[in-house]
């Protein structure tokens, strides 16, 4: 957050005006540090009071026994879908800050040659992938769908959510798309390892139709590919069989061993407030979590000739359909791995489907014991 100290350091010393009793002192830590220096402060005796993490690792924290149990009540400030996200095992030890919701970046002028729209699901997306391969000769997209949690979260928008769920007519559904895509050549062979970052230069060099990316990936294109840039729009994320969106949050946790639990708490929620949330929002990309934050212009209006602002706004509405939320389990990266893992074999065929889902399942329920 080096980046962001004015404004950190602002927000600290008006806290730190109303409070003359509490003092704070922020310390920086570099993101690759980040885990293993948490986990080793969380362990010992005088762990930081409060902690910007991942929910991932947040998660991991909690069903270790390591963070202090926040009353939910304390949290009215907040989105509720986004709390609901955040329980473990029924209980609060996450205090959200922000969110990011991916967009539809899109390619006007090849869905116009394609004479396609823009698709609203991936059944849609998969419908006109070869009309785009035919009409234009490029891909319609390149999923990153072996990166980090990215398949979880599709299985998630087709209800698939468990070990058990994983063995279903809907989790068949969801790999057999991307391998007929795959197969039928629809989507590029290098899709089984492709990253976000990889598909984002393929976009910017005309190659694809579209990808799901955050809205800072506009400013990235408006840089280096400025001739793509004049031709891109935004459109809300594909969506699966139920309808929510997925997103991504970092968020603050109380250590059980840290020593002034209240302050820390008062000072999170301070720094999550309406106001403090406005001012970081318009300092950055990233979407405000505070009810009243959300309900500002500047998330609910925007101009048609600025792609940022509309990218801002459709992101902020689709914190209303989060529901199923994706949830964080115990061992979620590993769960990635074996996940991601099935979808390298699926898309190689190199197995049944089914046969590659039910021996994933039961690696998935191996890593919950």
Known sequence: ??????????????????????????????????????????????????????????????????????????????????????????????????????????????????????????????????????????FITIPNITENDTMMKILNKYGVSSPDKLVSESSEDAFNLFKYLYLKNLIPKETVTMTLQEALEKYMSGNIVLINAGANFLNMIKENAPQIYEVTDVAPQIRGKLGQNDYSLMNFVIPKRAKHKDEALKFALFLTNDKNQLELAKLTNVISVNKETLKNDFYTKYDENDLTSKARVISARQLNHLKPVFKTQKNQKEINIIINSAVQEILLDKGDTQKILKNTSEQWKDLQD
Do not use: C
Request: aromatic share 10%.
């Open 1 to 138: 957050m080096s980046d962001f100290a004015p404004y950190i350091n602002g927000v600290i010393k008006d806290f730190e005006s109303e409070n003359p009793d509490i003092k704070i002192k922020w310390i920086d830590v570099p993101f690759s540090e980040g885990e293993k220096r948490t986990l080793a402060s969380v362990l010992s005796d005088n762990p930081p009071d409060l902690v910007n993490l991942n929910p991932d690792f947040s998660a991991t924290l909690a069903h270790k026994g390591t963070l202090y149990e926040i009353p939910r009540t304390k949290l009215n400030q907040f989105n509720e879908e986004i709390l609901d996200s955040l329980e473990t095992d029924g209980k609060m030890y996450s205090i959200p800050w922000y969110a990011t919701s991916a967009v539809t970046i899109f390619n006007s002028d090849l869905v116009r040659k394609s004479g396609i729209t823009i698709p609203e699901t991936y059944e849609q997306m998969a419908d006109f992938a070869p009309v785009v391969r035919v009409k234009t000769g490029v």
